[in-house]
Each structure stands twice: as C-alpha cells, then as structure tokens.
C-alpha cells in the first residue's frame, strides 16, 4: 500500500513537471520549415521583411533573398549588391527597399534590379566605430547615420546631400528615440525639433530594448512609455527608469522586440528561443517557442502568418498561434487521437495505439492526464467514446463497453462479439450501438434490443435519434430510418441515399447526413439538398459533425475543419468558413468535434486542439496577384498597360503570379480572355497561351485563391489590340471587290467562250467521227464486199456466202450501233474488231492470219474507249501492208496497260512495210486514202474535248539487213473515259 502511495506521488509529480513545462513551452500547431533544400542560400538569417507585392525579403550571410511562395530567388554581389554578408533591410519610398550589409554599405532594389548606393565610401569614412549599428534608411529614403567625429547625427537626402544635424548626443535615450523612430516611420523633423529644443529626456511612445551588456548586463524594455525588465520568472516587471551608462554608447538592439498591432509583445533572448506576451497580461508568464534556437526577427505579414528568421536553423512560417496542441510531446503515447467525448471538466480520448486517456481541463488549457485504466492485456481501441448522463463512459472496445468515471469496468448483461462503430443516448437515457451487423440497445446495463431479431443486420456506421423518436442509420448501402418496429431504406426512393454514410446529426427541422464522397446530403421533410465542396465545403469526406446549435454547425473532412453559419433557418441559407492547416491546424484530417464553455476542442491525426472559435483571427486575404510579362510569338515582351499588336503578332503567352503564404505555390487561378474565351477557366499553371487570334480587341483577366478560397473581389487585367492585316482593311476590300467583279466577269466571258468553242469541237468531232464511219464503211468497201458474195454464190459456195453474209451484217449493226455512244467498252470493240478482222480474212481467202493478245490485269468490261479509233490502223494494216504480200502475212493486236495511266494498243503487220506501200499506192492515180488523215484529226479532237494524252506511234520494223519486215503502230489511249 506505502509502496503503491509512492508511485501516484512520483507519477503526480512527473505529470506535475510535464505541463509546467506545457504551459510554459508551447507545442506548434503547424509551421513550415524553410531550409537551404528548398532554396535557401544560406541558413544564416539575419532580418526579414516584406515588401508591398507581399514578396518575402531575407537577409542572410550569402545575400539578400527573394521568396514569393513558389520559389527562392538569391541576389548576390554578382546581381549588383554592394556585399553578400547583409544584416539589415529598410523599406524606402513607392516599395524601393535598402540592404545595409555586415561591412556597412548600403544596396537598394528598385524595378526589379539591385543596385549599389553611391555614397557609401562617404557614409564609412564619416561613421564611428559602430556605424552599421547606427546605419537607418527611412521611408523618406533617407539615410542616416552617427558622425565618429562630433557624435551629430549625418542625414542624406535622396538627392545625395549630406549634412549634420547640430543635436547633444550626450544622452544616450534621445539617440535610441531617434533612431527606433526612424526605423519605425515616426515624424523625423519631430523628434529633431525636441531634441535641440531640450536635451531632457522626452518619453517614448514607441516599444523597443536597451541593451547595456558592458556595464549592467541587463537588458531593459520600453513599452508604451514604460520600462520593464525580465527577471527569473520570465515575466515582464515594470520598473522605474534605469540609470542610463554613458561609458561605451551602445545603440538600439531592435531585433529583441516585435509588437504586434494587436498589442501582443515578442521577446527573443539569445539561444532561447522567443517569448509571448499576450496583450494587457505582460505580468504573466509568457508562452516560449523555438526553445534553444537563436531567433533573429519576427513577422507578422499582411495574411496574418508568422516568420521566424534564425540564425542557424532557416526560416520558419507560423500560419498561427491560436490553436492549442497537447499531442506525444506532452505525455500522451500517440498524436492520432480517434474518438473524444467531454462532460463537465474531464475529456476522455483514445489514441491509435489502444489507449484511452482522461484529462481535466480547465478553459483551453489541460490541467491534468492520466491513463483512464490499466489496459495492458487488453486491446481497446476506442473507436467512440460516449460520456453518459448518468456519469458512466462508454467506450468501443472489443472487449467491454461499460465504465464508471473511475475506470472501473461496469459489467454488462450481454458480451457483444460483434464489431462495434458508434454510441449514442436517446431520450430515454437509452444507449444505441451500430455494429457490423445491425444495431443494440441497452437500457442501464441490460440489452434490450438486437435489430437482428428483426432480421435487420446492415453494416452500420452511423446512428442518431432525431425529435421525433426515430432512429437514423447510416450503412454502407445508404441510409435507413426504424419506428415502430419497422425498418425503411430511402435508397428506394432516392438515390443520393445510396452512398456510404459516415455520420448523421440532426437540427430542428432538418437531418444532415454525412457521406464518403458527396458532402452533406441535408433532408428536410419537402426537400433534400447538398452541402458540399462545390458550396464551399472543406471537402466531400465527412468523418464527424458537431451541431454547435441550431445556428452553428461544425464538419470534419479529410481535408480541414468547416463552419457552417445559418444565417436563415427557414430558407436554409448559410456562410462556410474552412479551418485548415494553413491557419494553424496541426492536421487537416479531423475525427472529432466538441464543446466546453466558450472552447471547442478537436481530435485530428497530429493531436489534441483546443480554441476559442470567437476570437480565432483568420485571415480573408486574397492572394495578391500580378503579371510578370507577355510573351508576343514567343517573344518576351516588357509589360505596358495596353499593347498594339500587329495582326501577324497573334500567338500570346501572359506570365501571372499570385503570392500567398496560406500553402505557399499551392494556388488556384481561374482566367479568361475577353474577346476568345466565353466562360472563366481555373487552373494551376503561372502562364497561359493563345495561339491564332484574330484581329480585334482582347483584355485578359486573372483572380485567384490560396488553399482557404480566399478568391480576389477584382481581377487584375491587361489589355491589347490586334490589328488587321491591311487586306482586311474598307479601301483594300473595296479595291478587291473591283478587281474581283472584273475577274468573275472575265471568267463568265471565257467560261461563255469556251462552251461556244466547245460546241463547235464537239460538232467538228461529230463530222469526224462521220467521216471515220464513211471511210470505214466506204464504197469501195462495200463494193468488195458485195463483190465477195457475188464470188461465192457464182461459185455455189453456199456456206462461205451464208458466213460472209452474217457477219457483213453483224458487222454493219455493231458499226451503226456504237457510233452512237461517245465511249463504249473494250470487250464490245474486240467483238467489233473481230467480225471485222474474219470478213476481211474471208475476202480475202485466207491470205493472213490474225492474233488478239489481251494483258489478264485488264477488265474488258471495265475499260471504255471511244469507238471505232483501232479498226482504221488494222484496215491499213491489211491493205497496205499485208495484201500487197506474196506470202501469208500475220496480223497482231496486243492490248496492254501501261503505268496504270494508259491502255496500249499494238498493231503489228509482217507486211511490205509503209515505203513500199507508198510507192505502190502513188502508182494507183485512181486510189486516194483518207482513213488516216480522218482518224488524226479525230484523235486531235478528243484531246481537246477530255485534255487527254491519247497519242500514236508508227514504227518501221526492219531485218538485220535492214529490209522492211512490216509496219507497228502504239495507240495510247488514256483511263479516262470511264465517267463519260
């Protein structure tokens, strides 16, 4: 028992020590830690600023450095700065700002350069030994400084004239009030006039540290025209004016104080960190950061973020202080906190490793925790925690349920074996479990119901009573309500309510179901509608829902913590605000929500938080957007207000930046080019490109939000006008119509004369083709044949008679048949050419043989060709060739295709050649051949109709000894007469 005693007492006494040092060293909700691996030139930082485009501005031992929330850009003695060891920014006058370097020269950055100061050789040959100490830049972009000389303050005005200010420095607090109202924009000719009119020592009403480490070895501290000082307690005590030292005149040591607006003090010692001193409770003891860290400057920017230079460990951005943390570092065994339940003073809560913790709170603050009991061979996962009315705890674990605010285990009549998710009170001061299969209720410590016995044994999540006395369950299938014993599925009637359901509350009139991935499905009894990302909603995973009141309601996603404000009840309107870790949240995933007094405490995956959601101070800054540059047919151009663009100079880039510390590089912009775009475009990307625009009048237009939606009211825009070609100019269009009108009309004159030309062609033709029937069945033809018969009736030879009879006329039909078409196929002008060829082989019994060779890739039936163009090379093969012959001639007709573009037809004889014939023909006066002369003129006339290539090639064929062995012609006849 004595042995037991000891241990609570040395366990108190370590509990004890463990939140003394809470509340004296504060945990980080959340920060960013800026190093050299994310660009960083050096992690030696030595003052920070920022600048009026929001742009971050450090000093470190390796330059002067450049962040904008995407990326750091270093500028170094070889961009222009004076020296790269810089210790001090100033901000000038229209945003120029002043770089005072280790050495003590001076850099400024204007328009986007850096520059060296002119003077600077003046400015150290004039300083005393503590110069760069004494160096201020004002906002005036004046510059001064302590003469080593005569101890009078050195002034140079932007125009770079340098004149001393006749003042008694003698007493060393007019020279700190002079310079901290410099540094601090404060009336300098003011201060001047007070100090030659009275060397007294006139009160300060600015903050700021006199620092006597020589002498006194104190340091002490005027706020609001008082002194104090920190004694061993860390609190600030205020104390009568101390006896200034004149021996050794140390300056202002700025860097030791940082007031906020709000009125809230920041005191960094050296090598321990920063203390905070909340406004109006300087006497109380201040919260610590950044223990063991030498902290250099603090900042507080335009969106409410802190940064923390260090001198050795980068830079830090704090997105806010106003969220308490309790997590592992203060005792606990795990950060990941899954379930909590509050009553009265005392918070239980159970983390990820199967312990469950009771704490006694007091406001924001936890006063005390311990383990809720000894949990050793036991696993108790505590995936809900109810704290029941009549004092006892319920806890989802897998063992027993039950417990008295002690922690002893309080015994149940009934062991579930079934997994369990969820517990609530009912009215009746009932208790509700949703298990894997079904629901129970216990009523003291005896079950009462299993839905299984009405066979309802739905994987359920999520449950809730509502006014009315009706059960709401969330399954994995959607949503269910049970009354009276009877169970009804709302999938049924919608399907919204078929979507897995994480939690269900309820207010006066309406349910709010949570889903997986839809947001708040809110049902009333005439309506059902969404709260959800697209609303404004953190995300569309709902893990838990708090209801504050009717009018208050708190989510939590995956994605951060939202506050829904009903602004109207009964028309359901309302405003969302999104808490997430970019304003202090140690994590975006949150598991549970709930209230004690004026504080709401929040179980997240990175710890306990406690705050007054009253009093969190949330930035609504938009991100501060501005455009880089234009970039002109890849061209980077400088930036104007308006451009005038030439109509070829149409292919535009706009290079756009938004800075915002609320998820630095993390924004959404959202454009649109009046002109070309018809609706708002969002995007991640910096630039946007526009390629073949058309002449006109374009403005582009860019807003953009920071990770909390914070979107600009007013976007910023550029404008710029394409210019027309000169083509597309009136003089030009009515020049070009002229010309125009002239052209059509000559082309109707031409298209005129070539149908009238064409007309005549084709009568010319038609006479041609005349001509060509004529000559092929000519008189002296006819004559022949008719002699023919007469021979072989007069010779009684009948069948040869009946032979040439048919085909005489199969050949004269064929003939008259074809001459009327323009094209006919190549298998009927064979059948032609055939009949022909046997009524000249009978004519003339026998005195030549014929052969027809046709290439097997031809179609016959496939392939036209204007009629009767062969038959007249065959007839002057025949008659001039081959019957002037004393032997038996061969005739041959080789039909081939040539390069897929012709068809060739060769005509071969083994007759007595053209020379021979011609001289027998000229011999015959009586004898006058036109078949060849007719078919020229015919074949001239097509390729004139059809712009056609048909064309012939007579060749002389000749034996080794050169005799004339016959005559061979090529017919090209073109494939294109398939369409006419």
Known sequence: MQYTCIIKKVSFTIFLSIFILFNSVAQL?????????????????????????????????????????????????????????????????????????????????????????????????????YFTKSIKVDTLDIIWFKSKKSHKICKISPDNKIEEIDTILNIQNNYNLLFNDICDKKNINRILDELNTDNSQKSNTDNYSLDFPSETEEEYYIINNKYYKIL????????????????????????????????????????DGVYLYKENELDKRPVRFFKNLRVTRVLKDAEKNYWFSTEGDGLFLVPSFQFKVFDKKDGISNDNIISMDITCNNLYFATNDNKIYKCNIKGDKIISVKNFFNSVNNKTYGRDILCHSDSSIWIITSKFLKYNSSGQKILLNVIIRNKLYKAIETKDKSVLIATIMGFLKYKGSTIV????????????????????????????????????????????????????????????????VGTRVNGIIVKSPDSIFYINKNAGLSSNMIRTIFVDNDSIIWVGTNKGLSKINIINKNKFTYKIKNYTVWEGLPSNEINEIRRSGDYLWVATNKGLISFNPEKIEKSIMPPKVHFEGISVNDKRTSLKDTFQLKHDQNNITFHFKGISYKGPGDITYSIMLKGSDKTWIKTKNTSARYTGLQPGNYTFYVKACNTIENWNKTPIALSFTIKKHFTNKLWFIILISIIAAAIILGIVLFILRYQKRKEEVKRELL?????ALRSQMNPHFIFNSLNSIQYFILKKDDETTDLYLANFSSLMRKVLENSKHNTISLSEELETLKIYLELEKLRFENKFDYKINIDQAIDKDDIRIPPMLIQPY??????????????????????????????????????????????????????KSTGMKNIEERITLINNIYKSNMKVKIIDLYNDEHEPIGTKVKLYIPLIFINY
């Not at 359920?460 to 009877?486: C, H, P, T």
Request: charge should be positive; include cysteine.
């Open 449 to 512: 119901y299993d839905s299984r016995e009405d066979a309802f044994d739905k994987h359920i999540r999520a449950i809730y009573e509502d006014n009315n006395g009706v059960i709401w369950l969330g399954a994995m299938d959607g949503l269910y309500s049970f009354q009276n014993k009877k169970f009804k599925y709302y999938g049924n009637e919608d399907t919204i309510f078929k979507s897995r359901i994480t939690e269900i509350k309820g207010l006066t009139n309406h349910l709010l």
């Open 767 to 771: 006479l041609s083709e005349q001509k």
């Open 232 to 271: 061993d307690d860390y609190k600030l005590h205020q104390v009568s004016k101390p006896q200034i030292i004149y021996n050794n005149l140390h300056f202002l040591c700025k860097t030791n104080l940082y007031k906020e607006k709000n009125g809230n003090i920041w005191i960094r010692k050296e090598y």
């Open 29 to 129: 909700s959340f920060y960013k830690h800026y190093t050299v691996n994310d660009g960083l030139p050096s992690s030696e930082i030595f003052d920070i600023t920022q600048d009026t485009a929001m742009n971050i501005w450090l000093a470190t031992n390796y330059g002067v450095c450049k962040f904008d929330g995407y990326s750091f850009i270093t500028y170094t003695t070889q961009n222009g700065l004076a020296a790269n060891s810089t210790i001090n920014i100033y901000q000038g006058k229209n945003g120029k700002l002043w770089f005072l370097s280790y050495s003590g020269f001076l850099s400024y950055y204007e328009n986007g350069e850096i520059y060296k100061y002119s003077l600077n050789d003046s400015i150290i040959e004039k300083g005393d030994i």
């Open 874 to 927: 065959l007839e002057n093969a025949i008659w001039h060739g081959l019957m002037l012959k004393k032997t038996k001639g061969l005739l041959k007709l080789n039909i081939e295709k040539n390069n897929n573009v012709s068809i060739l037809f060769s005509i071969e004889d083994n007759g007595i050649g053209r020379k021979k014939a011609e001289k027998i023909s000229k011999n015959k006066k009586h004898y």
